[in-house]
């Protein structure tokens, strides 16, 4: 009940990239789809490093509740969009020189780079709306309000997509348009998510009549806050990283690989999104029962996550291995990218498979915020997954990437399964 509407939910958030992935595939160059998912893998590089403003958010919301403690996960929810903002403001202003490190090691052409500053000059407006996303997301999840996370991810996602094929058809925008869906969508949807949570958080009370907001920068509150987030943080980086060196290796190796390996991460990420719901209900779940001391409790939830996950990835890898092809050239017109493609379709096929285990785990592992141990295993499996592609891509090419990747979530799901027995030593 608490996985379906955040796989609703979450399987429109790639819709957006499948969607611009698509416009830009219709464009008489390669360079604008290779631009769009170079701008769109920075913008996730930033935006995913923060990403312990949802998950933190929604673990210590979880654990509050379930410890019976509402006014608390009330200040906690409201400490996360207070410091979204700030930190959204602060990548406004740094958003020329994020521009510059993250095109720094792209080996790309001057029209591709030229086409990438447009795409990123217009989306960055979009940085506190995005981040204020993360933290009101994660209270949702914390409070098991999922359908709730699905209307705000169908507001945000849908009016995205709706804009950027207005856009297209009917500007001549182009790259420019498609940044321009996203900006707006993205403030659309803030503001109803503040709407939806602005009475069960008693905002009015603890912005206005309490006339102070000591509170929130308390201390004791920020250091618990950033103990966990700065874990997070640490691991989110790696992960970003990971993908962030898999679009630098795609692009040593053309243009044309470049593109196709930006339709397939479409595909990874529409498949990820899915699964995620159900890291996510175990996350909540295990929140609860983390907060309440419940092992029985903590292992029902991670036995029920499991079993569905695992019928869910069986179900996506044998969509993928029937249509995979048919899903891909919906997704660009240029037959060159469509031909290339058909040598590693087969690599999407069997990642719901490899990858399903590591969601599971993340979630467990962010509900009860045990977030060293998540920090400490995306290190290793990052680091191992640089130097076996620095190994295999000069080798394998292309099938070098796919098998670095591979390797990199079973180490993500190995360390975290090693350390799993950590979380059912419960003490009052």
Same mark, same amino acid.
């Given at each position: 009940?608490?996985?379906?509407?955040?796989?609703?939910?979450?399987?429109?958030?790639?819709?957006? =990239?499948?969607?611009?992935?698509?416009?830009?595939?219709?464009?008489?160059?390669?360079?604008?789809?290779?631009?769009?998912?170079?701008?769109?893998?920075?913008?996730?590089?930033?935006?995913?490093?923060?990403?312990?403003?949802?998950?933190?958010?929604?673990?210590?919301?979880?654990?509050?509740?379930?410890?019976?403690?509402?006014?608390?996960?009330?200040?906690?929810?409201?400490?996360?969009?207070?410091?979204?903002?700030?930190?959204?403001?602060?990548?406004?202003?740094?958003?020329?020189?994020?521009?510059?490190? =993250?095109?720094?090691?792209?080996?790309?052409?001057?029209?591709?780079?030229?086409?990438?500053?447009?795409?990123?000059?217009?989306?960055?407006?979009?940085?506190?709306?995005?981040?204020?996303?993360?933290?009101?997301?994660?209270?949702?999840?914390?409070?098991?309000?999922?359908?709730?996370?699905?209307?705000?991810?169908?507001?945000?996602?849908?009016?995205?997509?709706?804009?950027?094929?207005?856009?297209?058809?009917?500007?001549?925008?182009?790259?420019?348009?498609?940044?321009?869906?996203?900006?707006?969508?993205?403030?659309?949807?803030?503001?109803?998510?503040?709407?939806?949570?602005?009475?069960?958080?008693?905002?009015?009370?603890?912005?206005?009549?309490?006339?102070?907001?000591?509170?929130?920068?308390?201390?004791?509150?920020?250091?618990?806050?950033?103990?966990?987030?700065?874990?997070?943080?640490?691991?989110?980086?790696?992960?970003?990283?990971?993908?962030?060196?898999?679009?630098?290796?795609?692009?040593?190796?053309?243009?044309?690989?470049?593109?196709?390996?930006?339709?397939?991460?479409?595909?990874?990420?529409?498949?990820?999104?899915?699964?995620? =719901?159900?890291?996510?209900?175990?996350?909540?779940?295990?929140?609860?029962?983390?907060?309440?001391?419940?092992?029985?409790?903590?292992?029902?939830?991670?036995?029920?996550?499991?079993?569905?996950?695992?019928?869910?990835?069986?179900?996506?890898?044998?969509?993928?291995?029937?249509?995979?092809?048919?899903?891909?050239?919906?997704?660009?017109?240029?037959?060159?990218?469509?031909?290339?493609?058909?040598?590693?379709?087969?690599?999407?096929?069997?990642?719901?498979?490899?990858?399903?285990?590591?969601?599971?785990?993340?979630?467990?592992?962010?509900?009860?915020?045990?977030?060293?141990?998540?920090?400490? =295993?995306?290190?290793?499996?990052?680091?191992?997954?640089?130097?076996?592609?620095?190994?295999?891509?000069?080798?394998?090419?292309?099938?070098?990437?796919?098998?670095?990747?591979?390797?990199?979530?079973?180490?993500?799901?190995?360390?975290?399964?090693?350390?799993?027995?950590?979380?059912?030593?419960?003490?009052?």
């Amino acid at each position: 009940m608490l996985s379906v509407p955040i796989i609703l939910a979450n399987i429109t958030v790639p819709l957006t =990239g499948i969607v611009d992935t698509a416009v830009m595939g219709r464009m008489a160059s390669p360079a604008y789809l290779s631009a769009t998912a170079i701008a769109a893998t920075l913008f996730s590089s930033i935006y995913w490093v923060f990403g312990f403003l949802r998950m933190g958010t929604s673990g210590l919301v979880a654990q509050s509740l379930g410890a019976s403690e509402l006014e608390r996960s009330q200040r906690t929810a409201l400490r996360s969009i207070a410091l979204a903002i700030v930190i959204g403001l602060c990548l406004l202003g740094l958003a020329p020189w994020l521009f510059k490190v =993250g095109m720094w090691s792209m080996s790309v052409d001057q029209e591709v780079h030229h086409l990438a500053a447009q795409y990123f000059s217009v989306r960055v407006f979009s940085a506190p709306a995005t981040l204020v996303l993360y933290s009101l997301i994660g209270t949702l999840v914390g409070q098991q309000r999922t359908r709730d996370v699905f209307v705000l991810q169908l507001v945000l996602n849908i009016t995205n997509v709706v804009l950027t094929l207005a856009f297209f058809n009917f500007t001549q925008w182009d790259i420019t348009g498609v940044a321009l869906a996203t900006v707006i969508s993205e403030y659309l949807a803030m503001g109803v998510g503040i709407a939806m949570l602005w009475r069960s958080l008693h905002a009015r009370k603890h912005l206005i009549e309490r006339q102070s907001l000591k509170w929130m920068w308390e201390r004791s509150k920020l250091v618990e806050f950033f103990n966990i987030g700065s874990n997070l943080f640490i691991r989110t980086l790696c992960l970003t990283a990971a993908f962030y060196w898999l679009m630098v290796m795609s692009a040593k190796l053309g243009v044309v690989v470049l593109a196709v390996n930006a339709v397939l991460i479409q595909m990874l990420h529409f498949m990820a999104h899915a699964l995620d =719901g159900f890291s996510h209900a175990a996350e909540t779940l295990a929140g609860h029962a983390y907060g309440k001391r419940d092992r029985v409790a903590l292992s029902s939830a991670v036995r029920a996550a499991t079993f569905w996950g695992i019928i869910f990835a069986l179900m996506f890898t044998v969509v993928y291995a029937l249509l995979g092809g048919h899903i891909f050239d919906a997704m660009t017109t240029q037959k060159e990218v469509q031909n290339a493609a058909r040598t590693w379709l087969w690599w999407i096929a069997l990642s719901p498979l490899v990858g399903v285990w590591s969601f599971l785990l993340d979630g467990i592992f962010t509900g009860t915020t045990h977030t060293r141990e998540m920090r400490n =295993g995306m290190i290793i499996s990052l680091t191992l997954f640089i130097c076996v592609s620095i190994v295999l891509v000069p080798l394998l090419n292309n099938h070098g990437v796919w098998i670095s990747y591979y390797i990199l979530m079973l180490a993500r799901a190995a360390t975290l399964g090693y350390w799993y027995p950590r979380l059912l030593n419960l003490k009052s």
